[in-house]
């Protein structure tokens, strides 16, 4: 998962002219930390009970396909586990597929099943172009991040928002038990501004990622290891598979029975 998240709703459309902000059409390659998916009840917390980034840091690869002129996205992971969504046990590719009206579905194999979007659950827009210049703020003092990708000094952009739904969503959403806020945080490279990576969780160290734990913010992020401007001729690599569109689609969001497998 990359991870990607609520507050990027209510951003507006813009063309980034330069870094940090991300190209109007781009493809990236990289590393997703967390649960995926990371949501299965109306709240999109309640099953993970317990499960972490902590549990299994290993990262899976992911190859993703951006398009805010289209407002869609398409997020290839390396390997799912499906099984608490009624999908397949075995760890197989899967594909996200996010939808310019705001739902996302995550298909493998045969299967397909609605997350976002779906009937109790808020909309889930596409990332846009500046949201990390427009929504977060940049710490003054350069940091520095060490990780699979890059070693050296960043830029830190950061934002903490209170728990619950974004501000545009029409259902109402209970609130994580143990209180706080939902940290998010984005690192572009010194000093080209180019993507290093982005997360969000109960907590910004990766050490004390065990405290975001039942319905605290679930801890996810992603490591950029290749990120370009790219075109998209037709658009058909957003195109959702037929199992997304007829009767085998199934809802993700309420499925439950116990903690899902991370990925």
Known sequence: MIPITCFLVALSLAVASAWPEWPAESSYTGLSYGPTPFWCKPNGLACLKG????????????????????????????????????????????????????????????FCCQGYGSPGLFP????????????????????????????????????????????????????????????????ASFPDKKPVAQGEGCVVDVSQASRCVSNAP?????????????????????????QCKDSRKTDCYNRGGGPPPLF
């Open 51 to 110: 499960r972490t980034f902590a549990d299994n840091p290993r990262g899976q690869n992911v190859t993703v396909d951006l398009s805010t002129t289209k407002s869609v996205q398409k997020i290839n992971h390396e390997y799912c586990n499906l099984t608490n969504y009624g999908g397949p046990s075995t760890q197989v590719p899967c594909v996200e597929y996010w939808q310019a009206d705001g739902r996302v579905f995550i298909a493998s194999d045969n």
């Open 218 to 242: 679930v801890y996810l992020f992603t490591e950029y290891h290749v990120f370009s401007a790219t075109t998209f001729s037709n658009y058909t690599e957003f195109e959702l598979p037929a």
């Open 124 to 187: 889930l827009k596409v990332p846009q172009t500046n949201w990390m210049t427009q929504q977060m703020k940049l710490n003054s003092q350069l940091g520095h991040y060490k990780g699979a990708f890059y070693d050296g000094k960043v830029y830190n952009y950061t934002m903490t928002l209170n728990p619950g739904p974004p501000p545009s969503s029409k259902v109402k959403q209970p609130s994580p038990p143990h209180g706080g806020g939902i940290h998010f945080w984005y690192y």
